[in-house]
């Protein structure tokens, strides 16, 4: 079984910074791209930050520099550091990771974590 989970949301002010966290757990051969996704109220889920396991960096347009994705493939572990937040950055944000198991490749979504800003 593999789990996907993630921490570290909450509430925050305009301007303030969260980091979040999410971490792989199971038996698996190996994860490729692990990255992050946001939901907001009313609309599609969308791409955040993804990171493959090369170590090549994608970013929304709207990040515009404010947040940073960093991964550890020996802790199968991948955080974002948002900085400068607003409130259309409030959202459920969702981990995911594309994973080889001995039964197959597929991807994996943790079950998300609310990040509401506002003051």
């Known amino acids: 079984q593999v789990q996907v989970v993630e921490s570290g949301g909450g509430l925050v002010q305009p301007g303030g910074s969260l980091r979040l966290s999410c971490v792989v757990s199971?038996?698996?051969?190996?994860?490729?791209?692990m990255g992050w996704y946001r939901q907001a109220p009313g609309k599609q889920r969308e791409l955040v930050a993804v990171?493959?396991?090369?170590?090549?960096?994608r970013y929304a347009d709207f990040v515009k520099g404010r947040f940073t994705i960093s991964r550890d493939n020996g802790k199968r572990s991948v955080d974002l550091q948002m900085n400068s937040l607003d409130s259309e950055d409030t959202a459920v944000y969702f981990c995911?990771?594309?994973?080889?198991?001995?039964?197959?490749?597929?991807?994996?979504w943790g079950q998300g974590t609310q990040v509401t800003v506002s003051s």
């Open positions: 990171s493959t396991r090369d170590g090549t960096i």
């Open positions: 995911n990771a594309d994973i080889q198991r001995s039964t197959g490749r597929q991807n994996y």
């Open positions: 199971g038996s698996i051969f190996r994860i490729y791209d």
